[in-house]
């Protein structure tokens, strides 16, 4: 049954992470995945819900205008994304993942009145160390508010 709401376990797991995979879906309905960085940051408010970042980086990209990417289009038109969080090893005692599914949208630094995307550049910088030469602060990101989450551990710490 999915959980809606993280347990402190589930955040944990996530934010020790190094990657995610972001599934989307193409205008055909064909799941698109890309792996990404990301950073989790609390809404603000009361909201119970976690928020997930993850910059249109500097890193090589098949278009230079990052909001022509495929993930940025089939966001701006289908907004439901899943996110896949993993732990490989090959003790397979150690396997674990989190499946979590939530909302997207392109933010601009300029259009977050909360201040949550300099709060996300800095947290990016403190857990990706390559992000310092990076014009983050100029560049959109993909925020996307966690939803309902499944995990999954063959030691139970997820």
Do not use: N
Not at 44 to 60: A, R
Not at 106 to 126: K, M, N, S, W, Y
Not at 131 to 154: C, F, K, N, Q, T
């Amino acid at each position: 049954m999915p959980v809606f709401v993280l347990d402190p376990a589930q955040r944990h797991f996530i934010e020790a992470r190094r990657t995610a995979t972001l599934a989307t879906l193409s205008k055909g309905g064909l799941p698109r995945l890309v792996p990404i960085c990301f950073v989790v940051l609390d809404a603000p408010g009361e909201s119970p819900h976690p928020v997930l970042y993850s910059p249109l980086d500097e890193k090589p990209k098949r278009d230079r205008d990052v909001r022509r990417l495929a993930r940025a289009l089939d966001i701006a038109e289908r907004p439901g994304v899943t996110l896949l969080f993993e732990r490989w090893s090959e003790d397979w005692s150690q396997l674990a993942w989190l499946r979590a599914r939530g909302e997207a949208a392109l933010v601009e630094a300029p259009d977050d009145g909360d201040d949550a995307h300099r709060r996300a550049v800095l947290a990016l910088r403190v857990k990706y160390p390559q992000y310092a030469e990076h014009d983050l602060e100029r560049r959109p990101m993909i925020r996307i508010v966690l939803g309902a989450v499944l995990s999954w551990s063959a030691s139970d710490d997820v």
